[in-house]
Nanobody, 121 residues
Framework: QLQLVESGGGLVQAGGSLRLSCAAS????????MGWHRQAPGRQRELVAL???????YYADSVKGRFTISRDNAKNTVFLQMNNLKPEDTAVYYC???????????????WGQGTQVTVSS
């Protein structure tokens, strides 16, 4: 069964760093855009960063200059390096990917289970 599994969340002080990882596994034919979203308590889920299959990246204004998204296509993995973290970055971070499965060669959007990031002031 195709799935995305995140890791790397945790508790960090303001100004600190964390690196999130998300690995896709299962019957994968190809992966298109991979990205990260986050959802803070009482707020809607928001896009943080994207990395397309062509190498284009996108960042939300709130994280530009602090977060870096990268991917290892050979390992079907996307990373989010988060530096100079702020308390307002506290949220559950979700991985997201457009994946074509070998089962039916249809493109579907998948989500990971989420990983908690907490930044203390």
């Amino acid at each position: 069964q195709l799935q995305l599994v995140e890791s790397g969340g945790g508790l960090v002080q303001a100004g600190g760093s964390l690196r999130l990882s998300c690995a896709a596994s299962g019957s994968i034919f190809s992966i298109g855009t991979m990205g990260w979203h986050r959802q803070a308590p009482g707020r809607q889920r928001e896009l943080v960063a994207l990395f397309t299959s062509r190498g284009t990246t996108y960042y939300a204004d709130s994280v530009k200059g602090r977060f870096t998204i990268s991917r290892d296509n050979a390992k079907n993995t996307v990373f989010l390096q988060m530096n100079n973290l702020k308390p307002e970055d506290t949220a559950v971070y979700y991985c997201n990917a457009d994946v074509v499965s070998v089962s039916d060669y249809r493109n579907r959007n998948y989500w990971g289970q989420g990983t908690q990031v907490t930044v203390s002031s």
